[in-house]
């Protein structure tokens, strides 16, 4: 099979890391994109600089045996050896070798033994985001990929952008050298795009406890699991759902069994999975056939389970982890089979339509293969501690209803938005229907900057409605601030037609070379963007307020506007069009 684009690039952005002396790398690519296709080709495609044997190391069953499947279809002349459990490898004959970190990395183990790490110069860590754990330290220290003059490969791959606990990931890893995030692959058409109904509920979760970054899991579960929050989330599946196949992510099992007969109680094909349910296989399959509708299951199908069936996902457990959240997500994401890529699907589609019964469906976006996913976001209430809802996947509020509306579309007209009025605070926004009534409501004459921005820069920077800080430049240009997964800082723009990128350790250093980017490329421009000149005490001239009567048409200019704000509501109008 062909490599799609940015797989090829994935491949180049990890040969270009090696030949500029960056061995541990960090790549992420979402869900259903294709990263274990991308590790699996190392081998023919890093001969040239790393000719050695490979190991893949893997926390779960299922990743393990997905690995070993997708390296085998790419490496057909390589032995492909399991060390895990009673599966035993042999280091000295195999070419790969896909290990499972509870075996090889254990405490004490005497496999680790009857390695010789000399031979070995291809590291892979799937699920990425686990690589801190002490199992995985016993494994790279024993292979010594820590050591000075390594010049080996540690790559890890992971499906969020997001941050989990960044700090620690980046004593594991020096950089991320190629991302391709959930957005970009909708809009290219490899992935379907999630829509979301947020499920608001009157459970608090304010007086449960948090350890290792999530909810404790035992007083979570007794807080959520409630008939009446259960009855809720049925309803809301009947509402918005109704006949898709679903995924169901619960706290527990318990949780998982008493929502699978609030389910059944209103009429749905529901069932609950757990890790040794003696019919777990039998009810997996069931689920691939559509004998069962609605499966819920606690952690078991997180990571490594691929059905592109599944075009419903039910968030019951509440999470302030925005890995394991995406990866819920990614269940849902992944293409029809056999589609390809879905922008040319639809175009086959529409050109070969001509009866008019398809005609009206394509007018109501029916098409006859996947075209979108459905989120149910049960969200409780909580005011102490940042939950993890599916507008946080593209940066927007946490607590944004988005009505049935796609990710990808919400974030587009948040940022439609943003380029209108730049100094608009759009996070505070909590229902995407409303947004019109946001910005009406809003004095937009008074501009603010985020304490942030006022600390750091002397420029115009406002918050991103996907996350971060944007200043909107001259020509349609941009500049961008955002954070990322090894809680370091990247720094991009569009510069007359030149892209720049770049990476600081803090916000502080991020808006300095920011800044002084601007101002080596453009100092033109400082006197639109710099938040504060002499001249702006002076009372607005007529040809301001003309132009500013004629941006916002049918709002009262204040009479006492300065030429400052008059300037910098002109500008960003300007840069924003």
Not at 342 to 360: M, Q, W
Not at 521 to 533: D, F, G, N
Request: proline share 4%; with cysteine; aromatic share 8%.
């Amino acid at each position: 099979m062909q490599n799609r684009a940015y797989q090829e690039k994935a491949h180049e952005a990890i040969h270009s890391g090696l030949l500029a002396s960056v061995n541990r790398q960090l790549i992420q690519m979402a869900t259903g994109t294709g990263k274990t296709v991308v590790f699996a080709q190392l081998p023919e495609k890093l001969k040239d600089v790393l000719p050695g044997k490979m190991l893949v190391l893997a926390h779960r069953e299922e990743l393990i045996d997905q690995a070993i499947a997708k390296l085998k279809a790419s490496n057909p002349l390589l032995r492909i050896d399991k060390e895990m459990a009673e599966h035993r490898a042999d280091p000295k004959e195999a070419d790969i070798i896909v290990a499972s970190v509870a075996t090889l990395g254990r405490k004490g183990t005497k496999r680790i033994e009857g390695y010789d790490w000399s031979l070995f110069d291809k590291f892979v860590v799937d699920e990425a985001h686990h690589a801190t754990a002490s199992t995985y330290g016993n494994i790279f220290e024993a292979a010594g990929l820590f050591n000075e003059g390594s010049n080996r490969l540690l790559l890890g791959v992971t499906a969020t952008p997001q941050r989990g606990d960044g700090q620690a990931l980046a004593k594991v890893f020096e950089k991320i050298t190629f991302t391709y995030p959930i957005r970009q692959a909708i809009e290219d058409g490899w992935l379907v795009e999630p829509r979301g109904f947020k499920v608001s509920t009157k459970t608090s979760l304010d007086g449960i406890k948090v350890s290792n970054g999530d909810y404790d899991q035992v007083q979570l579960a007794n807080t959520v699991n409630t008939p009446e929050r259960n009855a809720q989330i049925a309803k809301a599946w009947l509402e918005h759902a109704k006949g898709r196949q679903t995924i169901g992510f619960t706290v527990d099992i318990q949780h998982a069994k008493d929502l699978a007969a609030v389910f059944k109680h209103y009429g749905i094909n529901a069932e609950a999975i757990w890790g040794d349910d003696p019919q777990r296989e039998e009810k997996l399959k069931k689920h691939r056939a559509k004998e069962i509708t609605v499966l819920f299951n606690a952690a078991l199908l997180t990571e490594g389970y691929d059905d592109w069936q599944i075009g419903c996902v039910i968030l019951a457990g509440p999470t302030k982890s925005p890995v394991k959240f995406a990866q819920m997500v990614g269940r849902s994401t992944r293409l029809e089979d056999g589609i390809g890529n879905l922008i040319e699907a639809k175009s086959v589609y529409e050109g070969k339509t001509l009866i008019k019964d398809a005609l009206i469906a394509l007018e109501k976006g029916i098409y006859p293969f996947k075209v979108d996913c459905i989120i149910i976001d049960v969200v409780d209430n909580s005011s102490r501690n940042s939950l993890v809802t599916l507008p946080t996947l593209l940066g927007m509020s946490a607590k944004l209803d988005l009505r049935g509306k796609g990710i990808v579309a919400a974030v587009k007209e948040l940022e439609d938005a943003q380029k209108q009025y730049p100094h608009i605070d759009f996070t505070k926004l909590d229902d995407i229907s409303q947004l019109q009534a946001h910005i009406e409501n809003v004095n937009l004459f008074d501009i603010k900057f985020p304490a942030e921005v006022e600390m750091n820069s002397k420029l115009s920077w406002y918050p991103s409605p996907s996350g971060g800080y944007v200043m909107l430049l001259p020509d349609k240009d941009r500049i961008e601030i955002k954070q990322n997964i090894l809680d370091k800082f990247d720094i991009s723009a569009t510069i007359k037609g030149n892209r720049y990128k770049g990476e600081r350790d803090t916000i502080e250093a991020a808006f300095a070379a920011a800044d002084d980017t601007i101002n080596k490329v453009i100092p033109e421009a400082l006197k639109i963007i710099r938040r504060e000149e002499t001249w702006h005490k002076q009372p607005a001239t007529p040809a301001q307020l003309k132009l500013l009567a004629k941006f916002f048409k049918g709002k009262a200019i204040p009479p006492d506007l300065d030429k400052g704000k008059a300037s910098k509501l002109i500008s960003s109008y300007l840069a924003g069009k």
